[in-house]
């Protein structure tokens, strides 16, 4: 079974950056990726997809800000933050096993258990 691993989280100044990665322990990953959030209080939203081909699929709150990629030779992927804000705090999830559009968190089979991501003004 396919284990997902998220690293990269921690607490940033506004307008700071992070890079999260997200390992995936299968040889072969067939499946489009995506990066989730959840807020404290908040339900699960779809944050950046991508697909085996480099196709992607932003959030509009992110957009120009984060960039999602994946390196299927190390089975990694990865979302590089740039200047975050305080509303950006929240745990982020990696997932993998669903649509590239319409990130919606019923879509997806497979979960990693997060990492947090703190932003202070």
């Known amino acids: 079974e396919m284990r997902l691993v998220e690293s990269g989280g921690g607490s940033v100044q506004a307008g700071g950056s992070l890079t999260l990665s997200c390992v995936a322990s299968?040889?072969?990953?067939?499946?489009?990726m995506a990066w989730f959030r959840q807020g404290q209080g908040k339900g699960r939203e779809g944050v950046a997809g991508?697909?085996?081909?480099?196709?992607?699929n932003y959030a509009d709150s992110v957009k120009g800000r984060f960039t999602i990629s994946r390196d299927n030779s190390k089975n990694t992927m990865y979302l590089r933050m740039n200047n975050l804000k305080p509303e950006d705090t929240a745990m982020y999830y990696c997932?993998?096993?669903?649509?590239?559009?319409?990130?919606?968190?019923?879509?997806?089979?497979?979960w990693g258990q997060g990492t947090q991501v703190t932003v202070s003004s």
């Open positions: 991508i697909d085996t081909e480099g196709n992607t």
């Open positions: 997932a993998a096993d669903g649509p590239l559009y319409g990130l919606a968190e019923y879509r997806y089979k497979r």
């Open positions: 299968f040889s072969y990953n067939p499946y489009a």
